[in-house]
């Protein structure tokens, strides 16, 4: 059984720092691209970041502020969330891909498919 566990959201100030985990399970992931997403209240989930065998890739208003990587060996995912401002308030959710070596639509929800439950994150000001 494929399981994906997000952990380490919590309340943080603006400017502050907070890192997610993801503990995944129940196949292989080191070859497939892993992402992060999130969903604000009232609004869509969005692409974060990503990062597949040879890159890592950001959507543009985290640029800078956040760092995406991955321990093959443990099967884990992070997300170091720096300078976190409140419209960085969400629920993120870890996402990764089956097939291999493969990086197309990496910033897509339907290019992945196995979702972790999510790990709220409040940025307040």
């Known amino acids: 059984q494929v399981r994906l566990v997000e952990s380490g959201g919590g309340l943080v100030q603006a400017g502050g720092s907070l890192r997610l985990s993801c503990a995944a399970s129940?196949?292989?992931?080191?070859?497939?691209?892993m992402g992060w997403f999130r969903q604000a209240p009232g609004k869509e989930r969005e692409f974060v970041a990503a990062?597949?065998?040879?890159?890592?890739y950001y959507e543009d208003s985290v640029k800078g502020r956040f760092t995406i990587s991955r321990d093959n060996a443990k099967n884990t995912l992070f997300l170091q969330m720096n300078s976190l401002k409140p419209e960085d308030t969400a629920v993120y959710y870890c996402?990764?891909?089956?097939?291999?070596?493969?990086?197309?639509?990496?910033?897509?929800?339907?290019?992945?498919?196995?979702w972790g439950q999510g790990t709220q994150v409040t940025v307040s000001s």
């Open positions: 996402a990764a891909m089956r097939r291999p070596y493969y990086e197309g639509n990496y910033n897509m929800i339907s290019g992945y498919v196995d």
């Open positions: 129940g196949r292989t992931f080191g070859a497939c691209t």
């Open positions: 990062t597949t065998w040879r890159n890592s």
